[in-house]
């Protein structure tokens, strides 16, 4: 193998020395020597791949066999000069012989930053507030699955920002830590009968190797754990003042029940009827539970959407999700028979009063608190029976559109306020508890859900809205199909005649008038269920005593811990593993003194991160759960990156728990993300079999006609985009693509997949091409590097290394916009492209390279600390200015316009840049190869796009 390299590199000598030569002969002789070249490179590529097999070498073997594969081509190219020929196996041949050492490189520098702190933050004054940024990314749950290769897509991102806003001046926080309490944490301990303080502390552990070993520039003195008692200390305290201004308090009420986490789940964690984590069907069930009045902030949460820098989807989801709506709140009496004696009456609330008149029946929830006392004798057992089947159904099952309408009917009568008709109550499941009193009133010619349901029981319906008053109104009885629009009242009294929107005016003011009801702002957001019947969460600071009923903990007796147990399975039966434990649960009322029992649901995983931005600022504060002058520091939070899976649940619940500090003058702002990334999600190929159901990758054989099939039947399968799932086998773990490419190359392949918003699949494939660029990178600082002066901005540029200069520049103004605003793609493209400019240079010119290097490090900052180091300096790379570019220097001089006629390319030119259209026009015409396809033609119109396009229409 050596003999090879030896031959290789004389040849490579030979060649430069005699390039100058250019007669047909020494051209011939040169290209039967250079074929040899290449057929050397090919015993040479079986050599290493013999001998060695290892990644780096392997890497050289691909290039060796580029080159052997590239004989034909060189066969085919004898006519090019010589010194064209070598240029080009010169460029080949030095990226071969380029050993890029990323597995000595990026340890090296990962323990540099470590020991010299080098992304240490301090709150620093002499740094103006315009000149501060706090970037932040969503932080992880530390399973013990550990990364795979979509998590690093977002933290890329933000540290390639911040690395670049340092170099820019900036003071940037940038911390990381972990979302470390909840059910995941809790079932994997389960599990494997280990107790999660432990499990947590070694997943920990794994994701902090594993994000440290990406180069990320984070400030890891700040990095916080919200199971730490130090941080939930702060957690519980919070909840301590949710309860002091009544936006925490306990009830029985129905909740969504997972029967295999043996938990209450928040109506946001359930999709599609399912337990968003375990994917298990979720049931109906009441049970006592501490909830947080989300709703006395539902205006302000909706209203302060309007000024936030997020993708505007998000803000519709949240808008959706809040679901503000203007009505009334009707109330209905509820008819009393002779043998009742209390009096009743049911409150509904409707976004169309103004149909009231054609209001035939009502519908309570299954869950609504009047349905046991309204029900009569003779219809409790079928009441009773329909409820039951009804705490199986989800919330989204029992409002699906498309489903059969079920109900039982209470043989109570309600009376029509409007016209005081008696009209049957029903029980009906898809009327929700959760949405507005519970209750409606049903008017099935302008409902679809009532419109079918009063078909399937046969059940009155009375139109009372016409679109058009001149079509008249012979199908009020028996109209011939629902209609939801607006449109003119009819069939109704006082408010006959009358447009939708006045008629819902007039018959809100007369209900007013009359005591049968007021105007009325709704929302669909419902009160936040804030207990978890599970062990490892936050404990409620609460007390219940029997003389002093609900006693909050005094602030000193904070933090409130888990006990140290060896059992922590659920229950089941709705009580937490924590009532158990009498030891723990029995105390005394810090009130009164008196026995008392400790709150035994614990806090929901949410908890600890609706407001681990603000502890991040002063993680180590004893006395508070961060200071002030440190939130007026950093806050708000500049850029927040994560995933759009977020848009509601933690968003939301951050941005409510803000707002109460903003209230108790904790914070300095109203919201606490004031701009927010969605990065893509990064997806990995799966199969799929003909009724869609999936196969796991490992199950899955290749043919070689590119088709796939199941192992384990031959049936054929598809390939399809999927999100990676252990289920799938469709994981990449990031530990194994560090192992062979190297940290740097995976970030860069991460960002240079595509746009950060975007989804996109995994290839692993494409990192051989950013490990070139890496390689080339590295090639490049193994030529000598010369200290030659910059040509000045104003002097002619005629020179290759003039020309150099100029596309620096460009480099430069490109790379910085597309940094400046998250399109890494295209300035890592910019950078390609520079980079394959100066590998042709046999010396790099210092003012060259330098500046390359400094904005690749934000990058691939592990090369671009050591190359930095190579060209001598001693300080960390990520301490140096960002590169500034003449602007005048970033445009050409001269531009190549291509000529169009109708449409097609006849022709194109060189322009002097800026050139006028008229100048442009008259040079496209005087062209030889436009003229023949005009001759005979008249000329309809010329298109001119400037500096690029003459298009001429015939």
Excluded at 25 to 46: D, E, F, N, S, W
Excluded at 266 to 286: S, W
Excluded at 659 to 672: A, I, Q, S
């Amino acid at each position: 193998m050596r003999g090879a390299l030896s031959k290789l590199k004389f040849s490579e000598k030979y060649f430069s020395a005699n390039t100058h030569k250019t007669t047909w002969h020494t051209h011939h002789t040169k290209l039967q020597h250079i074929t040899q070249v290449y057929t050397l490179a090919g015993g040479l590529r079986k050599a290493v791949s013999a001998k060695y097999g290892c990644v780096v070498l392997a890497r050289h073997a691909r290039a060796c066999s580029r080159l052997h594969h590239s004989r034909s081509r060189a066969d085919r190219d004898f006519r090019k000069p010589p010194a064209m020929i070598v240029n080009s196996f010169r460029i080949s041949y030095n990226s071969l012989m380029a050993k890029y050492p990323f597995e000595t490189i990026e340890p090296k520098w990962q323990k540099f930053w470590d020991d010299n702190k080098t992304f240490k933050t301090v709150e620093d004054p002499s740094f103006p507030k315009d000149k501060r940024r706090y970037v932040l990314d969503m932080f992880p749950y530390p399973s013990a699955a550990g990364l795979h290769v979509g998590h690093p897509e977002g933290y890329t991102a933000t540290d390639i920002y911040c690395r670049y806003l340092r170099m820019k001046g900036f003071n940037v926080l940038h911390p990381m830590g972990f979302d470390s309490f909840g059910l995941p944490a809790e079932n994997y301990a389960i599990k494997m009968g280990i107790h999660p303080a432990k499990t947590t502390a070694e997943n920990i552990e794994h994701f902090r190797r594993q994000i440290k070993a990406l180069g990320f520039s984070y400030d890891w003195d700040r990095e916080i754990a919200t199971s730490d008692e130090n941080y939930y200390k702060w957690t519980q305290w919070i909840f301590l003042k949710l309860f002091e201004k009544g936006l925490a308090y306990e009830a029985d009420s129905p909740i969504n029940w997972c029967p295999s986490c043996l938990t209450g789940l928040a109506n946001e964690e359930v999709v599609d009827g399912f337990c968003e984590r375990c994917k298990t069907k979720v049931v109906r069930k009441r049970i006592r539970q501490w909830i947080l009045k989300i709703t006395a902030y539902a205006e302000r949460l909706l209203n302060d959407l309007t000024d936030l820098d997020w993708p505007e989807p998000v803000k519709q989801m949240q808008r959706n999700w809040i679901g503000r709506s203007e009505g009334a709140n009707v109330t209905f009496k509820v008819d009393k028979p002779a043998d009742v004696k209390e009096d009743y009456s049911i409150e509904i609330y409707t976004t169309r009063p103004d149909t009231l008149f054609g209001a035939t029946y009502m519908v309570l929830s299954p869950e609504h608190s009047l349905v046991e006392k309204i029900t009569r004798p003779e219809q409790k057992q079928a009441v009773a029976a329909y409820i039951e089947e009804a705490s199986k159904k989800s919330d989204l099952e029992r409002t699906d559109l498309a489903k059969e309408k079920t109900g039982v009917f209470s043989g109570a009568y309600a009376i029509n306020p409007v016209n005081y008709e008696k009209i049957p109550i029903w029980i009906a499941d898809y009327v929700l508890i959760s949405y507005g009193t519970g209750a409606i009133m049903a008017v099935p010619a302008h409902d679809e859900r009532d419109w079918e349901f009063a078909k399937t029981f046969g059940l009155p319906i009375v139109k009372v809205v016409l679109d058009d008053l001149s079509k008249g109104d012979e199908d009020i009885d028996e109209p011939a199909e629902c209609t939801v629009a607006d449109g003119y009242s009819i069939n109704s009294g006082l408010i006959s005649g009358l447009p939708t929107a006045k008629a819902k005016e007039k018959i809100t003011k007369w209900l007013e008038e009359n005591r049968f009801g007021k105007k009325t702002v709704n929302y669909k957001l419902r009160d936040w269920i804030f207990s978890r019947q599970r062990y490892w969460g936050e404990p409620i600071p609460i007390v219940h005593c029997e003389c002093c009923g609900i006693v909050a903990l005094p602030e000193s007796d904070l933090p409130l811990t888990l006990p140290d147990v060896k059992s922590y399975a659920p229950t089941g039966t709705g009580e937490s593993p924590l009532a158990a434990i009498s030891e723990w649960v029995n105390t005394t009322c810090p009130k009164c003194g008196a026995a008392a029992r400790r709150e035994t649901n614990t806090m929901p995983q949410w908890a600890g991160s609706c407001w681990y931005y603000l502890r991040y600022l002063d993680p180590q504060n004893n006395n508070a759960f961060a200071a002030k002058d440190k939130i007026d520091y950093w806050a708000p939070v500049d850029l927040y990156v994560g995933g759009v899976e977020h848009a509601v649940l933690h968003l939301l619940y951050g941005r409510f728990w803000h707002k109460v500090l903003y209230d108790l003058g904790l914070v300095n702002t109203t919201e606490p993300f004031q701009r927010l990334v969605n990065q893509g999600m990064i997806v990995s190929f799966a199969y799929q079999r003909g009724d869609k159901t999936m196969v796991p990758t490992d199950q899955v054989e290749k043919k070689p006609d590119g088709s796939f099939v199941e192992t384990a039947n031959g049936e054929s399968v598809t390939e399809v985009i999927a999100k990676m799932s252990k289920s799938l086998k469709n994981v990449i773990n990031p530990d194994d693509i560090i192992r062979e490419y190297g940290a740097d190359s995976l970030r860069l392949y991460e960002m240079f997949m595509g746009p950060l918003e975007v989804s996109k699949p995994w290839q692993t494939a494409g990192l051989v091409g950013v490990s070139r660029f890496l390689e080339k990178l590295w090639a490049i600082s193994e030529k000598p590097v010369i200290d030659k002066s910059a040509p000045i901005s104003n002097q002619a540029f005629d020179t290759s290394a003039d020309q150099l200069t100029k596309l620096l520049h460009k480099t430069i103004k490109k790379v910085t916009d597309d940094t400046d605003t998250l399109n890494f793609n295209t300035a890592i493209s910019a950078m390609m492209i520079y980079s394959n400019e100066l590998v042709k240079l046999t010396e790099i010119p210092r003012y060259l390279w330098e500046p390359l290097v400094i904005m690749a490090s934000a990058y691939a900052p592990h090369l671009g600390e050591e190359l930095w180091e190579k060209l001598g300096y001693n300080k960390s790379v990520s301490a140096c200015q960002w590169p500034s570019y003449d602007e005048a220097l970033t445009h050409d001089d001269e531009v190549t316009v291509v000529v169009q006629v109708s449409g097609k390319v006849r022709d194109k030119f060189t322009a002097a840049a800026g050139m006028s259209k008229d100048e442009l026009e008259k040079a496209a015409f005087a062209l030889p190869g436009v003229q023949k396809w005009l001759e005979g033609q008249p000329v309809k119109k010329v298109i001119i796009v400037p500096d690029k396009l003459v298009n001429i229409v015939v």
